[in-house]
């Protein structure tokens, strides 16, 4: 059985990754409404990568024999920006997620639970990559400034993520 603060943090950790799915839609509808269908690609597939990492933790729960019980999602921002301040939030809201699944090891340390600890290293690596591929657009934005030839070349490029 997974400790009860184990437990409960992981249900927290569940809705956290659905509000992030959630705001990343929200994100992609942006895109699609500015005519950056790239942008709205890449947040998209964000969105199915973080619905994955809910599922994740929710089939983990029931491996443990844990019962989840889902909570309402946050409503996502639906007002943006300019691209770079899109792109800004999702690095400070991925640090935000980072900064989360840290603290929930750290919980899984104090209480011995050895699996959960196991279960959250892919978290930890995966969330090295989340923070780079925002950070990796932002830098792009950044060199192209105000140029819309750059930012459709950008958007392009934006489009040809997999998965
Ligand atoms: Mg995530």
């Given at each position: 059985?997974i400790p009860k603060?184990?437990l409960?943090a992981?249900k927290?950790?569940?809705?956290?990754?659905l509000f992030?799915?959630?705001?990343?839609l929200s994100?992609?509808?942006?895109?699609?409404?500015?005519?950056?269908p790239g942008?709205?690609h890449?947040?998209?597939?964000?969105?199915e990568?973080?619905?994955?990492?809910?599922?994740?933790?929710?089939?983990?729960?029931?491996?443990?024999?844990?019962?989840v019980v889902l909570?309402?999602?946050?409503?996502?921002?639906a007002?943006?920006k300019?691209?770079?301040?899109?792109m800004n939030?999702v690095l400070e809201?991925?640090r935000s997620v980072?900064?989360?699944?840290?603290s929930?090891y750290?919980?899984?340390v104090?209480e011995?639970d050895?699996?959960?600890?196991?279960m959250?290293?892919w978290?930890?690596?995966?969330?090295?990559?989340e923070e780079?591929s925002?950070?990796?657009v932002i830098?792009?934005?950044?060199?192209?400034?105000?140029a819309?030839?750059?930012l459709?070349?950008?958007?392009?490029?934006m489009a040809?993520?997999?998965?």
């Amino acid at each position: 059985m997974i400790p009860k603060t184990v437990l409960d943090a992981l249900k927290a950790q569940i809705q956290k990754e659905l509000f992030s799915a959630h705001t990343y839609l929200s994100m992609s509808a942006h895109f699609t409404s500015v005519n950056l269908p790239g942008f709205a690609h890449w947040m998209r597939k964000q969105y199915e990568e973080e619905t994955g990492h809910a599922l994740k933790i929710f089939d983990y729960i029931h491996e443990r024999g844990g019962r989840v019980v889902l909570d309402a999602i946050e409503k996502p921002q639906a007002d943006f920006k300019a691209p770079l301040d899109v792109m800004n939030r999702v690095l400070e809201h991925e640090r935000s997620v980072t900064a989360s699944i840290h603290s929930l090891y750290e919980l899984a340390v104090k209480e011995k639970d050895y699996p959960t600890q196991i279960m959250l290293e892919w978290f930890i690596k995966e969330q090295v990559e989340e923070e780079k591929s925002a950070e990796d657009v932002i830098n792009m934005l950044k060199m192209i400034g105000e140029a819309p030839a750059g930012l459709i070349m950008l958007d392009r490029q934006m489009a040809s993520r997999g998965s």
